[in-house]
């Protein structure tokens, strides 16, 4: 279980790696483009030997959920039942479903299959079915702010270096330690960015009652490239993004696995 759990973080930071990877290459103008994990799952695709690839990823990505199922169950890491824990122990089951969506877009693509939509047509599909229901403005404005503070919350879990904690690191010496360190810092507050960005634009829906304006992660990156220095904001993010793929790979390699409460 706990060789599935690391493979998982290496599916999803192999995933995000190649987002932020695409990102630079637009910001450069080198050919690349803003996208998600389901067009990363494209791209993957229509690469040589992206069939195999498609499968280790998808039954990384299926470990990785089975990991956050239990986390959110389980509890091993003791979060506890209180408010804040069990708030946690939401994101950890939300996480996982998300996650299970995106596993199973790689399982079609690796045989041939795929819905063919982007997440951001699905994203204001729902927020669409949300609005027409009673206070249905209020609930996607709800969930924009929680949006919102998780990006916040991810900013400041990288400032104060909290993620350490769950880290064994040593077998490294001082320096590696710090290098790894930075730059998952820097990865964790760049998708804290990221989720500030897809947040405002939740909120945005929900005062203009109009679904179309939600984005997501293609949506976000876009819309940095638009803005006055753009080209320099998305490299700046996507070198965040390419950060946060090397952190899921440190956490692949040195996260200590707990599977009881």
């Known amino acids: 279980m706990e060789n599935f759990a690391r493979f ?12 932020g990877i695409l990102a630079l290459l637009a910001a450069f103008n080198q050919g690349g483009k803003t996208t998600d994990p389901t ?21 990384g990505l ?29 994101g950890y089951l939300i996480s996982g479903l998300v996650y299970s969506g ?21 994203q204001q599909d729902w927020t669409a079915i949300v609005m027409q229901q009673p206070f249905g403005r209020w609930l996607v ?39 790894l360190v930075k ?20 909120l945005q829906a929900a005062y203009k009652s109009n679904p179309n304006e939600v984005r997501g992660l293609d949506g976000a990156l876009l819309s940095l490239s638009q803005q006055p220095f753009g080209k320099f904001l998305l490299a700046l993010v996507a070198a965040g993004l390419v950060a946060y793929g090397i952190y899921l790979f440190v956490q692949a390699r040195y996260r200590r696995f707990k599977f009881s409460g």
């Open 62 to 90: 299926f470990g990785y959920v089975i990991w956050r199922l239990v986390e959110a169950i389980k509890d091993p890491d003791h979060h506890g039942s209180d408010a804040k824990g069990l708030a946690t122990r939401l």
């Open 141 to 179: 404005g709800l969930a924009g702010a929680i949006i919102v503070g998780l990006g916040f919350a991810l900013i400041y879990q990288a400032y104060k270096e909290k993620f350490r904690k769950k880290l064994n690191m040593s077998e490294l010496n001082g320096q590696q330690k710090n290098w």
């Open 8 to 19: 998982g973080y290496v599916s999803k930071g192999f995933v995000y790696g190649l987002i």
């Open 39 to 59: 067009g990363a799952l494209h791209e993957i695709a229509t690469q040589p030997f992206g069939q195999i690839v498609l499968i280790l990823i998808a039954i």
């Open 183 to 202: 730059i998952s810092r820097f990865g964790i507050a760049a998708r804290g960015v990221v989720f500030i960005i897809i947040g405002f634009f939740v």
């Open 102 to 122: 995106i596993a199973a877009n790689a399982a079609l693509l690796a045989i041939g299959s795929s819905s063919g939509g982007g997440s951001g047509n699905s």
